[in-house]
DNA sequence: TTGTACGCGTTATCAA
DNA sequence: TTGATAACGCGTACAA
């Protein structure tokens, strides 16, 4: 079933019908309602692939890094429902975690030749090296663009070292003064550069003792890796009260092995993860953590993009709102 | 960048240029050797949609029905990493939980061209209503297929029923006598249909006593929804030692009501959840549930698709190994 | 208001 | 071994 088929059937040429699909003017009412009719008999679908091949489908792409990653997916819905109330298509990409976003999308463009695309996640260093070689306006969500060069790159994020500092600052409050950190990869990732350099902030802000190389584990977002980084950091015989996990995941992980080790959440340690999953209010202490907002750095994101695609301007940079939740997984000290 | 500006960059043809790139014969070494380089250069990339609108591009479809359920994630990577080693292309759509899986494949099926489709997920309804329209061999995968009349719909999954009730005479051989469960809608879902049923056959081979309207709450597969049923039954008043949950995600919301109305896991309630999710060994109490096979339910799927696909033959339904995980959320009644 | 005809980038057929 | 050329289904000048 084609435009042509249509066009026997209904009588009429594949212009007409193309038109009608498309909701252009110059239309008698009476093709409109013929076509339009047998489009539905048909149950007619417009083939994409000729679509695109023909011709810019004025529509918004989202690269989404990670699959796995519990924070994307529900904003992936909300981009979407955001985009549905517009007339723009949307396309929605997933990647693996370790694949190369900005090239993944230099590769898209030629094809489906967006208007503007959002990424839901990115490392910089994919976007230092490529990102030249895109042209539309794009928005980097969840990561932070503004020490990129490129003026068609916004980007909305929580402010991870602002907020990383904070919630160390929370624990210090709280009476904490010997740390260990479960975080990242500094050198990889730069959710791990940015919220270790925000616990450094606090650490030094309020004189903490903090060995880079004893109280430091820097692996990999996932309930194993902070298990396992635990697991190392009590081996090593270091003493603490607080730890800091930089992703909620991470955080589950470290709990086990702590209650593993006959150590008590929050008794004898406290715990403070990163990211806010809807989980972590359900566990058992409930976990105590920086919330970020993802429907709003989604809606934010969506928003200047289309303002970028229908006004122009430069590049934006913007920090969602986070909040800090102590919950039951972090507790005063000496109480 | 096209074929054309490579076949005029090169001297050749189109036509030798296309037969470089799709690796066909009767090229000379010469012209394949100065094409490559001139692609490698260039940084050419094939244009997709041209070359599904050409023709058929062998592919096999993956769609995924449920963006957020944790089961497919990892599902979705082993299904990519074993077509890899074959010579299909592979496309993966993803959808929201309540979209309509079948029409969307019939959607796809005109532009994509499939050999084969692999649903991740799929609803009883949708297949029985829709599916004839699919002539190209299929395999549901996590869901029973087999009650379904289709010549060309095989099915991995896991024995929901028999499984369940293989947990359930497990938590009665424990000394449990007492159950509710947080189960699916048994109308519209068949996981929660079939997970219900396997209550049911364990209850009345050893004569529990079980109140489907006092017992059993029937909610959708998150942790609120859970946690929410579980508020309700304890509400209620009724008295009970073991609770089971048809996901482990309800499981945990679960534990957390539970434990809101002081109710300890495993010393009051035991509880046991169903799919194995990764996150179970990592809670405190490590989570009892039904392990599902993921890897395997995945491997099956794409060697049952390929098989169909190359040499045809009818449905098959398969079931997968599943195990259970007798761990901290359990225990023995009056030890 | 409508239809004809061309081109998008690719693959496949055929003749050279 | 190669190249010219006809499709694939659609959008859109341009002509009518």
Redesign the pocket.
């Known amino acids: 079933?084609?435009?042509?088929?249509?066009?026997e059937k209904t009588?009429?040429?594949?212009?007409?019908?193309?038109?009608v699909?498309?909701n252009?003017?110059?239309?008698?009412?009476?093709?409109?309602e013929t076509i339009l009719k047998a489009v539905e008999e048909s149950g007619?679908?417009?083939?994409?692939?000729?679509?695109q091949?023909?011709?810019a489908a004025k529509s918004i792409l989202v690269v989404v890094k990670g699959t796995a990653n519990e924070m994307f997916g529900e904003m992936v819905e909300t981009i979407q429902s955001l985009v549905a109330q517009t007339h723009y298509p949307l396309y929605v990409d997933y990647m693996d975690e370790d694949s190369n976003e900005v090239l993944r999308a230099i590769q898209l463009c030629?094809e489906k030749k967006p208007l503007g695309i959002i990424f839901l996640g990115g490392n910089d260093r994919n976007f230092r090296r490529d990102f030249a070689r895109i042209e539309v306006p794009c928005v980097l969500v969840s990561s932070d663009g503004s020490g990129l060069p490129f003026d068609n790159l916004s980007s909305v994020t929580t402010d991870d070292r602002q907020a990383t500092r904070c919630a160390m600052d929370s624990l210090i409050a709280l009476g904490h003064r010997k740390f260990v950190i479960v975080g990242g990869d500094r050198e990889t990732t730069d959710i791990g550069r940015l919220r270790y350099a925000g616990c450094l902030d606090s650490f030094r802000k309020h004189g903490i003792d903090f060995d880079e190389q004893l109280d430091y584990a820097g692996v990999r977002f996932s309930y194993q890796d902070g298990y396992d980084a635990t697991q190392r950091l009590i081996a090593s015989g270091r003493e603490f009260t607080a730890l800091f996990a930089a992703a909620d995941v991470m955080a589950i992980g470290a709990i086990r092995a702590l209650h593993n080790n006959g150590l008590r959440v929050p008794q004898d340690v406290s715990v403070m993860g990163f990211d806010g999953l809807p989980l972590g209010s359900f566990l058992v202490p409930q976990l105590s953590t920086v919330i970020q907002s993802r429907q709003e750095m989604a809606r934010r994101g969506v928003e200047i993009l289309i303002d970028r695609i229908e006004n122009g301007g430069g590049a934006c940079h913007e920090y969602i709102q986070y909040s800090l939740a102590q919950r039951e997984s972090t507790r005063r000290l000496g109480e």
Request: hydrophobic share 35%; glycine share 6%.
């Open positions: 079933m084609t435009i042509k088929d249509l066009a009588g009429y040429g594949v212009a007409t019908v193309s038109r699909l498309n252009h003017p110059n239309v008698s009412r009476k093709a409109r007619f679908q417009t083939n994409s692939n000729a679509q091949l023909k011709a030629p």
